[in-house]
């Protein structure tokens, strides 16, 4: 036996969220069992479990937790055996799939990357998707020419879970970080994680009037969207990037083909969910090297699987700062 977080819906179709007690015989089919240990509260496991499952559940009884780091139990793939350290992020685990809130998961071995040495299952995800998603954006800012001196680099979301990690990547690596934060609270945080510069989110809010703005970021990880995005790419300086990777602030772009035409600005998409392993592999190495534990640890919320429900309701409030780490056997 062992216990999960399971999600179910009644016949209203309202869901409910409790732990309760499984077997292995009611996990899902996959190649690889793990112990998990931990797991993290990101915005899609609010979406899983509030009242609807924000579009995302398919089916139900459903175990949430779009990442999760442990040990290898079992395995019918030769790649993985039992002790081996892994991490898993994306895949639409958690969603489709049952994910992390449990303290056994059964996944397919395509979907796991070993834990990277020097880098413990509890900072991996502290990290978490949120992390290895600024990784991938700070990744792709510099394979499009980003480098130290250029100029400030926007972060917007800043005090968010990909916000908060690409800020202290970057500065780590010595860039100058500017942070969009639209909470005063938050300075001293973004400040402690290396941000060079505070940036008032109403600063950006505003709808776009001018195509083209004054030339004020080398590169942007926008976490945000909507907007915002709109308004930062007619500032970026000419032939930057602009990896987005957030839709809280909508999906639409009322933006102009100026900047990219006149400016050379580039919009990188980034996708955590199906990267190729070499790419995940590489990113988890970086982790390692680029992110110092010491922020990373500045971040970190602990929580249980008792906590879950009210995490969930808090971070669709906007009201969750950094990383919260499920320890799923606390």
Not at 72 to 97: C, F, I, M, N, Q
Not at 249 to 271: E, S, Y
Request: glycine share 14%; proline share 5%; with cysteine.
């Amino acid at each position: 036996m062992f216990k999960a977080l399971v999600v179910t819906q009644d016949e209203d179709g309202k869901n409910h969220s409790q732990v309760q007690e499984l077997t292995l015989d009611d996990l899902p089919a996959g190649d690889v069992t793990v112990a998990v240990e931990y797991s993290t509260v990101n915005y899609k496991d609010g979406l899983c479990m509030g009242p609807r499952g924000g579009g995302l559940v398919r089916n139900y009884p459903h175990v949430p937790g779009i990442d999760f780091a442990g040990t290898v139990e079992a395995s019918d793939d030769p790649r993985y055996a039992p002790g081996d350290k892994v991490v898993l992020t994306g895949w639409r685990v958690g969603e489709v799939h049952w994910g992390g809130y449990g303290q056994k998961a059964r996944v397919k071995a395509d979907w796991l990357v070993p834990l990277p040495e020097g880098l413990t299952t509890r900072q991996a995800m502290a990290v978490g998707t949120a992390g290895f998603t600024a990784m991938l954006s700070v990744m792709a800012l510099e394979d499009h020419g980003l480098a130290p001196g250029q100029g400030p680099v926007l972060v917007t979301g800043a005090a968010g879970g990909v916000g908060s990690v690409a800020t202290a990547i970057l500065a780590h690596k010595g860039y100058e970080v500017a942070a969009v934060t639209g909470r005063e609270e938050t300075e001293g945080y973004l400040k402690g994680l290396g941000a060079t510069q505070i940036v008032p989110r109403s600063d950006l809010n505003e709808t776009v009037k001018r195509p083209l703005e004054s030339e004020n970021w080398a590169g942007c990880v926008d976490a945000v969207g909507g907007d915002m995005l709109a308004r930062v790419l007619g500032q970026m300086k000419y032939g930057a990037s602009v990896a987005a990777v957030g839709l809280a602030g909508g999906a639409n772009l009322p933006a102009t083909v100026i900047p990219f035409l006149l400016r050379g600005v580039n919009l990188l998409g980034i996708d955590s969910v199906m990267q190729p392993f070499e790419n995940r592999q590489r990113a988890w190495q970086r982790v390692v090297t680029d992110l110092p534990m010491d922020k990373l640890e500045a971040m970190v919320r602990p929580a249980t699987l008792d906590d879950l429900p009210q995490l969930g309701a808090d971070i669709l409030a906007g009201q969750v700062q950094g990383r919260v780490v499920v320890d799923l056997n606390a």
